[in-house]
Antibody, heavy 119, light 108 residues
Framework: QVQLVQSGTEVKKPGASVKVSCKAS????????LHWVRQAPGQGLEWMGR????????NYAQKFQGRVTMTRDTSISTAYMELRSLRSDDTAVYYC????????????WGQGTLVTASS | EIVLTQSPGTLSLSPGERATLSCRAS???????LTWYQQKPGQAPRLLMY???SRATGIPDRFSGSGSGTDFTLTISKLEPEDFAVYYC?????????FGGGTKVEIK
């Protein structure tokens, strides 16, 4: 069965960087785009961007351009999302999710990683 | 960027009642690219409906979706206790996604 397992909770100081991992299993990693979505406490869902695990090509939401980098390591079926220059309003749960191209939807989701940016 | 506005923000209903959730887009969205998710507290979102009106695997038929252009609707015909959750619509356009702000369906 498809599983996306994310790395654990992170606590960072404002100005620091965080790198969240998303390990995929149960399917061919390079066949499906991986998206990153975040959710601030008590708030809605916010799309951050996506990576094509086959080519490494990325698309980022304009809001995060210059501050986010998405990468992957195909040898271990793992995707990464690095966010730099953290601010307090970056405190959120960060999710990875697979894109199902036939249904044009986010089909499988990781369990989420809580990132807290606080002094 | 296409903005999705969901209404109402909160829907207070009793089990067995019908729920009607709205998702309005700032410009026309192909129904092929309109998706609904359900999220319960402490959980990741779950795919509910894709292409505006197709149920995802395992979703019961009390859930239905409709709409086109800028107006889309998610209907739950008879609310079950497990349906009380937050629902988000999402659209896909030129390599980017946007989500609506969500509608919380709570027990009255």
């Amino acid at each position: 069965q498809v599983q996306l397992v994310q790395s654990g909770t992170e606590v960072k100081k404002p100005g620091a960087s965080v790198k969240v991992s998303c390990k995929a299993s149960g399917y061919s990693f390079t066949n499906y785009y991986l998206h990153w979505v975040r959710q601030a406490p008590g708030q809605g869902l916010e799309w951050m961007g996506r990576i094509n695990p086959h080519t490494g090509d990325t698309n980022y939401a304009q809001k995060f351009q210059g501050r986010v980098t998405m990468t992957r390591d195909t040898s271990i079926s793992t995707a990464y999302m690095e966010l730099r220059s953290l601010r307090s309003d970056d405190t959120a749960v960060y999710y990875c999710a697979t894109w199902e191209v036939v249904h044009n939807s986010l089909e499988y989701w990781g369990q989420g990683t809580l990132v807290t940016a606080s002094s | 960027e296409i903005v999705l506005t969901q209404s109402p923000g909160t829907l207070s209903l009793s089990p067995g009642e019908r729920a009607t959730l709205s998702c309005r887009a700032s410009q026309s969205v192909s129904s092929t690219y309109l998706t609904w998710y359900q999220q319960k507290p402490g959980q990741a979102p779950r795919l509910l409906m894709y292409a505006a009106s197709s149920r995802a695997t395992g979703i019961p038929d009390r859930f239905s979706g409709s709409g086109s252009g800028t107006d889309f609707t998610l209907t739950i015909s008879k609310l079950e206790p497990e349906d009380f959750a937050v629902y988000y619509c999402q659209q896909y356009d030129t390599s980017s996604l946007t989500f609506g702000g969500g509608t919380k369906v709570e027990i009255k």
